[in-house]
């Protein structure tokens, strides 16, 4: 099965500009995760979709971060202003349910310079 | 307190030594728990799941202590390519929460 699909994989931008990541999860994937990762950390969650409706968006910067899944299948996340604080990797992770095991994307390596 | 807890290593060891990782986690309500690997530059990929009876598979073994909140995973006969970071990753189980993720510990294996 293809697995989950990121796009970019890398990309470097100002601060203060706006950056958009995609992800397109697995087929037939009901969940899905964006997940923030800072070099030397694990992940740490950003959004949780459920379909198209958001299970936990508590640890989303709201006043910068969004991220939507209209149709309920691709998604995507939205930094405006980025901050020099947001050079991380970006992953998508989808999963069957919400107890299962996730497969993550390649992930986007975002710069803030 | 940290909800997933990981000494981040790193742990040098000698090919064909066994080396053990251990975890804690704080909610007692936990369902689910995976050990993830992570190699350099690369997504996180699910090694495997524990569940309270232990689970094997081939040279990785992974217990799960539910009492001391606590997993483990055992990584016999180490390879070279066992070279990654070792994620232990929790299901809070409470309301609809996601994988919470530990920092990772980080295992190298030399010649």
């Known amino acids: 099965e293809a697995g989950v699909a990121q796009s970019p994989r890398y990309k470097i931008i100002e601060k203060r500009q706006s950056v958009a990541f995609w992800c397109n999860p697995i087929?037939?994937?009901?969940?899905l995760y964006w997940y923030q990762q800072i070099l030397g950390q694990g992940p740490k969650l950003l959004i949780q979709?459920?379909?198209?409706?958001?299970?936990?968006d508590s640890q989303l910067p709201k006043d910068r971060f969004s991220a939507e899944r209209l149709k309920g299948v691709d998604s995507t996340l939205k930094i405006q202003p980025a901050k020099l604080e947001d050079s991380a990797v970006y992953l998508c992770?989808?999963?069957?349910?919400?107890?299962?095991?996730?497969?993550f994307g390649s992930g986007t390596r975002l710069t803030v310079v | 307190r940290k909800e997933v807890e990981q000494d981040p290593g790193p742990f040098n060891v000698p090919e064909g030594a066994t080396v053990a990782f251990n975890c804690t986690y704080s909610?007692?309500?936990?369902?689910?728990f995976f050990w993830y690997r992570q190699d350099c530059r690369k997504e996180p990929k699910l090694l495997m799941s524990?569940?309270?009876s232990g689970n094997e598979d081939g040279r990785f073994t992974a217990q799960l202590n539910r009492a001391s909140q606590y997993i483990s995973l055992l990584i016999r006969d180490s390879k070279l390519s066992d070279s990654a970071t070792y994620l232990c990753?929790?299901?809070?189980?409470?309301?609809?929460?996601?994988?919470?993720f530990g920092s990772g510990t980080r295992l190298q294996v030399q010649p």
């Open positions: 992770a989808s999963s069957v349910g919400q107890l299962d095991g996730y497969t």
């Open positions: 087929s037939g994937h009901a969940t």
């Open positions: 979709f459920q379909n198209n409706g958001v299970v936990d």
């Open positions: 909610n007692s309500a936990s369902q689910s």
């Open positions: 524990v569940y309270s």
């Open positions: 990753v929790v299901n809070p189980g409470t309301g609809r929460r996601a994988l919470t």
